[in-house]
Structure formats: C-alpha cells, structure tokens
C-alpha cells in the first residue's frame, strides 16, 4: 500500500509540474505562434489530467467501510460517473460524490 506522505507529495508535485506546464504555455501566448490544432490539443490537456488525480485516490486509499471490504470509494465512483452520464454537471457529480462518501463512512462508524 501506497504511504500517505508519498501520495500526497506525488499528487502536489504532478499539480505543480502540470500549473507549470500549463502557465509557461498562456506566459509565452503572445511571443510563440502556434498552430489551431495545436491549441486544440492543449485545451483537452485538463481533462486528461483529472484522472490522474483521481483515479489514485480512489484506488490506493484505504477504506472504512467493512461490509464492501473498504471499496466504497470505487462504488461511489461508479455512481457518480453514471449520474454524470445522464446529467454532465461537474458541480453536481462532485457535491454528489462528497455526500455519498460523507454518508458511507458516517453510517460504517455507527
């Protein structure tokens, strides 16, 4: 299993590499040309990273809940994943998501 201080500093270092990445691209905007699918291409780089992001939380976490052997992270990943297919607001899906974990570990340490 993945050490907390470990995760932490690999999510805080991917975050910091990808703001950098990101922000020498909008810093030099105006002094480099680039081509429209370049920029394009760069405008669905958010959406690649957020798995990253994610998906080792989900995964590498340990949980609480007993009775679904300390999964319920990935049941609620599943759930919200399927109410975004049908609602697709990420404000929405990412309150849900807080809840559901919220209700899951409060009803597990009653």
Same mark, same amino acid.
């Given at each position: 299993?993945?050490?907390?201080? *470990?995760? /932490?500093?690999?999510? $805080?270092? =991917?975050?910091?590499?990808?703001?950098?990445?990101?922000?020498?691209?909008i810093a030099f905007?105006?002094?480099?040309?680039?081509?429209?699918?370049?920029?394009?291409l760069f405008s *669905?780089?958010?959406?690649?990273?957020? !798995?990253?992001?994610?998906? !080792?939380?989900?995964?590498?976490?340990?949980?609480?809940?007993?009775?679904? *052997?300390?999964?319920?992270?990935v049941l609620i =990943?599943?759930?919200?994943?399927?109410?975004? /297919?049908?609602?697709?607001?990420?404000?929405?899906?990412?309150?849900?998501?807080?809840?559901?974990?919220?209700?899951?570990?409060?009803?597990?340490? $009653?």
């Open positions: 299993m993945i050490h907390d201080r *470990y995760f /932490f500093l690999n999510v $805080i270092l =991917l975050a910091i590499g990808t703001l950098a990445i990101r922000g020498s691209f905007s105006g002094k480099i040309k680039n081509s429209e699918k370049l920029r394009e *669905y780089i958010p959406a690649a990273i957020l !798995p990253a992001f994610i998906f !080792p939380a989900t995964f590498f976490h340990r949980g609480i809940v007993e009775s679904i *052997y300390g999964k319920e992270r =990943l599943i759930a919200s994943g399927i109410v975004f /297919f049908f609602v697709r607001s990420t404000l929405l899906i990412i309150s849900l998501g807080l809840v559901l974990l919220y209700v899951a570990t409060t009803i597990s340490t $009653i």
